[in-house]
Nanobody
Framework: QVHLVESGGGLVQAGGSLRVSCIAS????????MGWYRQAPGKQRELVAT??????NYGDSVKGRFTISRDNAKNTAFLQMNSLKPDDTAVYYC???????????????WGQGTQVTVSS
């Protein structure tokens, strides 16, 4: 089992910045992709950003404002969020996939989410 724990969410004013982190733990052999998704009340979960190796991908609504990064040695991903808007208010979920254990069993795991609230 691979567990993901997010941290760093909170309340921020519009135009402000926030950084959220995600730490993966368990019998991890390797992590392929890590990513962030978000879900606002009454809306579907949507892609925020993913990072695979050195390649990152962003949802259209956050391009130019958010930056995803990862520390492979620590199985950690970060999401730096700048120029935040009230529309960015959502629960932010971390996702990771890769291989676990000595048998290289594929995994795909989600964190419990961290609330980000942007006030106007």
């Amino acid at each position: 089992q691979v567990h993901l724990v997010e941290s760093g969410g909170g309340l921020v004013q519009a135009g402000g910045s926030l950084r959220v982190s995600c730490i993966a733990s368990g019998k991890i052999f390797s992590i392929n992709a890590m990513g962030w998704y978000r879900q606002a009340p009454g809306k579907q979960r949507e892609l925020v950003a993913t990072i695979t190796g050195g390649t990152s991908n962003y949802g259209d609504s956050v391009k130019g404002r958010f930056t995803i990064s990862r520390d492979n040695a620590k199985n950690t991903a970060f999401l730096q969020m700048n120029s935040l808007k009230p529309d960015d208010t959502a629960v932010y979920y971390c996702h990771a996939d890769g291989l676990m254990g000595t048998d290289w069993v594929p995994f795909s795991s989600w964190g419990q989410g961290t609330q980000v609230t942007v006030s106007s």
